[in-house]
């Protein structure tokens, strides 16, 4: 079955910490994949979006990079987190060429 | 590009009550239109979306939309609501050809019992 992870679940990091978050998609071969970070009060914001390994796209300048070492995984990673780092975000897979399948999430607070 | 607007950041609604959440996009080209529900902590889930033909859309638990192209709508209705409707409500669009989804910034659905 097809089916997109996301871990971990929730996060509590200092500012000026590093960070890593990882997204992997199951059932399928190479999918386009994004990075999406929700704020409060804010709604969804693109971040990244990858059509393949090594391919990255960047919607928005920030302290954050991606990367995609493999087929299906993308990982978000910052330096140095700074607050305004803090939300919770979320991997998407467009599974059906329509609309997008989500991840479970991310609650990062960077205190 | 495109843009999605939802006007009410918050919606509270008695418990069997009726609800509408509203939704406005701007686009030059035609669109996919598409409503997300978020459960607290939670991914998002598709509740329904418009694609082509019939201008009301039946989703998931209950909803349903209708496509207005003059007036650049597509609100989202459930004629009587339940406590498990407590959640984050999004619209969101998308272009013919492009794959990528705009937004808007969420209604906070709550349901008073």
């Known amino acids: 079955s097809q089916t997109i992870h996301q871990w971990p679940a929730t996060l509590v990091q200092p500012v000026g910490s590093p960070l890593s978050l990882e997204c992997t998609v199951e059932g399928t071969s190479n999918p386009n994949l994004y990075w999406y970070r929700q704020a409060a009060g804010r709604g969804l914001q693109l971040l990244f979006y990858?059509?393949?390994?090594?391919?990255i796209s960047s919607e928005v300048p920030q302290n954050l990079s991606a990367s995609r070492p493999q087929d299906r995984q993308f990982i978000l990673s910052s330096k140095k987190l700074l607050l305004s780092d803090s939300g919770f975000y979320l991997c998407?897979?467009?599974?059906?060429?329509?609309?997008?399948?989500f991840g479970s999430g991310t609650r990062l607070t960077v205190v | 590009a495109q843009s999605v607007t939802q006007l009410d950041s918050q919606v509270p609604v008695f418990e069997e009550a009726p609800v509408e959440l509203r939704c406005n996009y701007s686009s030059s080209v035609s669109v996919y239109l598409f409503w997300y529900v978020q459960y607290p902590n939670q991914g998002l889930q598709l509740l329904l979306k418009?694609?082509?033909?019939?201008?009301l859309v039946k989703g998931i638990n209950g909803f349903e939309a209708e496509f207005n192209k003059s007036q650049t709508s597509f609100h989202l209705r459930k004629p009587s609501v339940h406590i498990s409707d407590t959640a984050e409500y999004f619209c969101?669009?998308?272009?013919?050809?492009?794959?990528?989804?705009?937004f808007g910034t969420g209604t906070r659905l709550t349901i008073i019992p």
């Open positions: 990858s059509v393949g390994i090594g391919q």
């Open positions: 998407a897979w467009p599974r059906d060429n329509y609309g997008y399948t």
């Open positions: 969101a669009v998308r272009r013919f050809g492009n794959e990528k989804l705009t």
């Open positions: 418009y694609l082509s033909g019939s201008t």
